[in-house]
């Protein structure tokens, strides 16, 4: 009797040794007993869309994408989630037995989720999110809080521009604010969320003004490295419900892991340990 093929998934990107995603699907992979491997694949830009193709006929049931082919391979597959297509990028690939290639973003569907868990008292409807930074990571955040009923979205960046393609693309309820004032948009936000790399480890600092945080405010930062970051440790003193960006990492990953290794596994307290523990 033939006995099936071993599933195999990967995250693809360029570099991706500082990864966590392996570390985290190897743990779930023990937890639930099931066979199957989680790899890194490093690759360029020029070799990304053989790889691709390479990719299901070596085994591999799909992938995680990260920087920097999010938005490149849009053009690569065959079937795209309106989420994806709306944010304009993909995170997660599906190689389907037709032989098409599905591609779906949940990195929002993290983002929430990480919210969710880690502020269980938050409501989408409890007034403006104050969001900054307007770049990939942004753009999926955007289109969660815009989804989950945020009435106002309080938007600034470094470069205007780039925030107001933004407004244009996603609409009334979004208001861009310079960057020099950013400190201003905390005092009416009820949501505040840094999609920036500023305060990351290796990145310069995120030195906007915190004084008008209203300890009521949930705020986030989808940085993880360091877990808290300088926005989350002002925000801790300020009174504010905090939530780190590991979890946005873990949640984004459960879609597809159920699709690849068909188990739907569960963020806890031991998948946390399990990923920053090694």
């Not at 107001?164 to 310079?178: A, K, N, P």
């Amino acid at each position: 009797m033939t006995q099936a093929p071993i599933p195999l998934a990967g995250v693809l990107g360029k570099p991706v040794n500082h990864s966590l995603s392996p570390r985290l699907h190897a743990h779930w992979l023990r937890t639930y007993g099931l066979p199957g491997h989680y790899v890194p694949l490093d690759v360029s830009a020029r070799d990304l869309a053989p790889a691709i193709g390479m990719l299901p006929r070596l085994g591999f049931v799909g992938c995680n994408v990260t920087i920097p082919h999010k938005e490149a391979i849009l053009s690569i597959a065959d079937v795209i989630t309106d989420r994806a297509a709306l944010i304009g990028a993909a995170n997660t690939l599906i190689f389907r037995e037709d032989g098409k290639i599905h591609a779906d973003n949940t990195d929002g569907v993290g983002f929430l989720e990480n919210l969710r868990a880690n502020a269980p008292d938050w409501q989408a409807s409890a007034g403006p999110a104050a969001v900054f930074g307007a770049g990939g990571a942004a753009r999926a955040v955007i289109v969660a809080l815009l989804d989950a009923g945020v009435p106002q979205i309080l938007l600034t960046n470094r470069t205007r521009a780039r925030a107001e393609g933004l407004r244009t693309e996603f609409g009334h309820r979004i208001t861009v604010v310079d960057w020099v004032k950013a400190g201003n948009i905390v005092e009416d936000a009820a949501t505040v969320v840094n999609t920036t790399s500023l305060g990351m480890t290796g990145k310069p600092p995120f030195r906007v003004p915190l004084d008008g945080l209203d300890r009521r405010s949930v705020v986030t930062d989808i940085v993880y490295s360091p877990l808290e970051t300088t926005l989350l440790a002002g925000a801790r003193a300020a009174g504010c419900t905090v939530v780190d960006g590991l979890g946005m990492l873990l949640h984004q990953a459960v879609p597809g892991f159920e699709r690849w290794f068909g188990t739907r596994p569960e963020v806890d307290a031991a998948t946390r340990a399990a990923v920053l523990d090694g």
